[in-house]
């Protein structure tokens, strides 16, 4: 009975729990049902209405976390919800697209959605009607804080130590870097902030650089590049999370404002402008309602998904990733939406799980996006309509407005805007400079005069012509007013109006008229715009006599005629005088004849005290040639006891030969006009020294030569290269005139004394060949001094070398009349025993005359296309020139391969006003000077006075940073043997100095020394198949190469022990701040110069080398140890490191320690810096390495 009993109750227990189960079971269903039954039905695809792909335009970002995020929401995400919703389903793709492409996609209808800045989304709703669907809210994660903001604002950023910009108003002539005149974070709601507090936001700053990235912006404010940075919230963090290596620190915000944020949202970050809405996503006018209905409550849900996506991703890691038992979303999220899905779920949860991401809310308003846009003039109405249109990234001088009083620049004038205030723009950036200047609504200025706001003030002298002169004006229009204006002019002489018609010039808003009058005096000129007089009017006109040669003078009517004192003779006038001595003119012949003979005995006299004997002058055999100069060969010689340089005339022969003028036509590379031509037999060869290091360039003006030849570019001139200064003609005539040259050039010299011009001691007139004594220029030319990697020129001598060339320019065109050198180079500057600089080769030289020579790098614009001679601001333009060669020690267009022609052009066109190269490092001050040096306009060029005065202003420690090539030791007098120049290239600079001196060397400690091995991978094989001789050769090949590489970082060669090469940085010059990032370089470089060179080059088949490189740095010992073959070595735990380094590294890469990779991540961000881990280093246990290569 027990037994039944128990029986009954175990079924009944079953039974319970069975109903319990069904009853559970049931509610879920009745739930799921309940839910189903709340789901709208799919909306059938009608091929008349939708599409089965629509596109979602996206701008690109430097975000990429963000941009994975957003192409993850609005394909993978919209596809599996709104694209669900019908029936067959559609699909949705993301288009990238830049700023301008916006506009015109929107209007060809080739994009369905946009999410794009919101001034761009309201320029667009505004013009084409694009409908907001919905705002973005950016969650951001950084400094273990979650923020999730619907708006952000402009920040305004400069360097920390920057104490002098603390406020808006400190941006007044600042150098600011923002992105784009379009985008709204950098710089329209900091220019905004600027307007609201009374500011200029374009003529304020003293440049505005358009970096086209917020990060060249940052990193520019870090490194002082740029003075301020407009930014947005949030970027700045989100770069340093992603790169831990930015130094945030060293930025400050300037203006910060105290806005609490908005009724539903705080505002915690610092910012210095109002805040306003995120982005947010536009749908097309054309997309149908159904389609952007459904976008839109998707975006709105993506936070929901997301949840269900979070719960089923904790479900797969419970259950170990089992789907049966976590795809039931019902099961695993009991407020799951109805349309959820595995693949809208998953695709929501990546992007919410994401540190960046942006989730959306309803449509916030763009009103104050849209006031601004207004205020800044970067929403315009439309002429053509009562639309409002929005200005394109390529319309930003549309966008330009000036406050009253202003005007802005001419389309051209801006492009140059930067080049008129000093400021030198950086390469691949876009600038403007004060892009508003002060004038007149209408300006009047003679044409050859005008500059913007340069025009003639009301009542005052416009101009002064002589009588029949004929002048051109120019009218500028700055207020751009829109149809044109109607303009006129009238004179006033003698109560007789002249009216002067004033026509349409060649660039808009410009007018133009001339005039021209025999009367003499002032007359009144009025000009008028319609029937009013323009605010300039009247001005008033001076006509002064015209000249007349000889014995006539200019009539009221501007007519020549004789003078009272003279008569007309066979239209000659012939004074009276002259009439009465002709009766007597057989006495004339016989004074002028005794007159003659006593001018020649006085010039022999004169000549006397500068004749040399050709028997006086010894010298060698065969004779030493230093080098070639205007009209012949440079010998070395001596001239009673002294050394002395020969120039020796080369005349041509009789027979005319024309094969002998050596042309270098159009086409011959550059970097040939700067080599020298040297005498490979001479004796001497060691030490040559040439008054004329690069070719020189005649220029002739409607002439042919050649004519099978094709004809340069310019066709009306034709600009020869050649190894003599000036074109020789044929026979005899040649001759005479080579020797008439060359004794022009003795006669300049002998009048000019200067301690900065080289000394004509004599010369040899006697014979066939005329030579000229010069003093001896131990150092050669400054082109040799400047192209000899062995040779420091150190802040002084910069300096001390520049202030010569100018001192001595300035002597010669102090002369009366000036004397124009015409050639001035590196090559015609030579450098003496004290490295004092003297300007020499004369030959192109001529008192007050006005010819067109010269050597075409170094040459003016207006000289190269023959619009001008040489003059004395031609010559300032080539000091200009060499000043920027002395600076980077390279030849002027060295980095250049296009032909000697390409350049020409690109010189003498004002637009593209091309120039040598001014290497980064140079300071500004120096750069100012080079600029103004070789400006485009001569008149523009500062004097060889004006030269010298800046230089004095400035000091040794101004060009410390103007020695990019330094060397192994400072230039001071010539050695007197192969000895001492063998210890300054195997020791440093100081370390040579003791040895030479016959001294002790003590060992030196260095606290912070870079160090750099190599070694070839399988040397030992490689020696042991290959002949002794091709080992030798290939070592040699490979260490030239590196040696290179030595040289373009400027480090410190310290040994080569067999197959391994060591150098070193911060050693033998002061490289501390960078030392780490050349050595870096450095080994990048010679990685990839040895996976160029092949290890047998008669067999290529044996392959290209293969190295191993490693580096360490930290404190060392140096020393010269031993009197046998005495070896400068470096001693200590770091250099021991460093060959640990290169030997624990893998082939062809380059391997360093932690100490080294932290700098690098900071100081060099060209280069990849990649952490290997925790590694076994023999003799130091476990170190944390990494792998640095190229980016």
Known sequence: MIGMMESSSILLAVGLFLLLAQAVSGTRQLQQQQQCDSCAPPIPFDPSVHKPVYKIALQPSVNLPLMRSLNVTFEDYLTATAGKRFDPPIQFEVMIITNSLAYDLMKSQEIDFIFINPFQSTCLEEEFGAQAIASSVRTTSFGGQKLALAHFAGMVITHVDNNDINTLADLKDKVVAAVSPAALGGPLVQWHEMQKNGMSYLNDPAAIVFT??????????????????????????????????????????????????????AFPLEHSTSIIPEWRLSAAPSTPASISKEVQAALLALKEHGRTGLARSACLDANGNNTAQCDDLSDIDSQVLCEANIESVSAAESVVSAKEHNTFRTPLSFHRIRKMALDLGSILEDPTSDSLKCFRPSEFYDQIVCQNGLFKLSPDALAASCNTTGYSCPDGRECICKPCF?????????????????????????????????????????????????????????????????????????????????????????????????????LRVRVDYRTCSGDKEASEDGVCECKASSIDIGGTCVPIWLAVLVALSPIAIVVAIAVYFFVKRKEREANSLWIVKRSDLKFSDPPAVLGHGSFGFVLQAEYRGSKVAVKRALLPSSKGDSSSTDNVQFGTPLKRIGSQDYDEDSADSSRRRSTESTRSVDLEVGATKNRAEPQPAL????????????????????????????????????????????????????????????????????????????????????????????????????SNPPVIHGDLKSGNILIDSKFRAKLSDFGMAKKGKRIATGTPPWMAPEVLSGKSSNTTKSDMYSIGVIMNEIVSRKE??????????????????????????????????????????????????????????????????????????KALHRPREVPTGGRDNFLYQAFPRHIADILSSGGKVEPEPHNDVSICFSDIVGFTTIASKLDPLKVSSLLDRLYLKFDEVTRKY??????????????????????????????????????????????????????????????????????????????????????????????????????????????????????????????????????????????
């Open 212 to 265: 086209r990235s917020m990060v060249r912006s940052i990193n520019g404010v870090i490194d002082k590049t740029y003075d301020v940075g407009f930014i947005r919230t949030n970027f700045m963090e989100s770069l340093k999370e992603r790169n831990p290596g930015l130094n945030t620190s060293a930025v400050k915000v300037v203006g910060i404002r105290k806005d609490e944020g908005t009724v539903d949202e």
């Open 438 to 538: 002060k004038a007149l609504a209408i300006e009047v200025a003679p044409t050859d005069q005008y500059a913007a706001g340069s025009g003639c003030t009301k009542m005052s002298i416009c101009s002064t012509i002589v009588q029949n002169e004929v002048i051109q004006y120019t009218v500028v229009d700055n207020q751009q007013l829109e149809g044109g204006r109607n303009l006129r002019a009238k004179t006033l002489e003698d109560g007789t109006d002249t009216e002067i018609a004033i026509e349409q010039g060649p660039i808009p808003h410009t007018y133009s008229f001339s005039l021209s009058t025999p009367r003499v005096g002032i007359f009144i000129l009025e000009i008028y715009d319609g029937d009013e007089q323009i605010d300039a009017s009247p």
């Open 715 to 814: 066709s009306t001139r034709n600009i020869t290269a050649s190894s003599k200064s000036m074109m020789m003609t044929k026979g005899a005539a040649n001759s005479r005139k080579t020797k008439q040259l060359f004794m022009d050039e003795m006669r300049v010299l002998s009048t000019l004394r200067h301690p900065n011009i080289t000394t004509m001691m004599g010369a040899v007139i006697d014979g066939s060949e005329p030579m000229l004594v010069m003093e001896f220029m131990e150092h050669g030319s400054l082109y040799e001094v400047l192209q000899n990697p062995t040779i420091a020129l150190e802040s002084d001598l910069i300096l001390h070398i520049i202030q010569d060339i100018a001192q001595g320019t300035r002597f010669l065109h102090s």
């Open 892 to 965: 002027p267009y060295h980095a250049t391969t296009d032909p000697l022609h390409v350049i020409v052009n690109g010189v003498t066109d004002p637009k593209v006003n091309r120039r040598p190269e001014i290497p980064s490092f140079c300071p500004v001050k120096v750069k100012k000077l080079i600029m103004f040096l070789w400006h485009a306009d001569p008149k523009l060029r500062p004097t060889a006075t004006e030269l010298n005065n800046r230089l004095d202003d400035l000091n040794e420690q101004v060009f410390a940073a103007c020695a990019p090539t």
């Open 1050 to 1191: 400027d480090l410190f060669k310290v040994e080569t022990v067999g197959d391994a090469y060591m150098c070193a940085g911060n050693l033998a010059n002061d490289q501390h701040e960078d030392h780490v990032r050349r050595i870096a370089l450095f080994a990048t470089g010679i990685c990839k110069a040895a996976s160029e060179t092949l290890i047998d080059e008669d067999d290529p088949s044996v392959g290209y080398l293969k190295i191993r490189v490693g580096f360490h740095c930290g404190p060392v010992v140096s020393n010269v140890v031993g009197s046998l073959n005495p070896r400068y070595g470096l001693f200590g735990d770091t250099v021991n490191v460093a060959a640990r380094m290169e030997s624990s590294g893998a082939v062809g890469r380059v391997h360093c320690t932690e100490e080294c990779a932290k700098r690098l991540i900071n100081d060099a961000p060209d280069l990849l810096v990649k952490a290997r881990g925790a590694t076994l280093i023999k003799g130091r246990g476990r170190m944390l390495t990494y792998w640095i290569s190229e980016v």
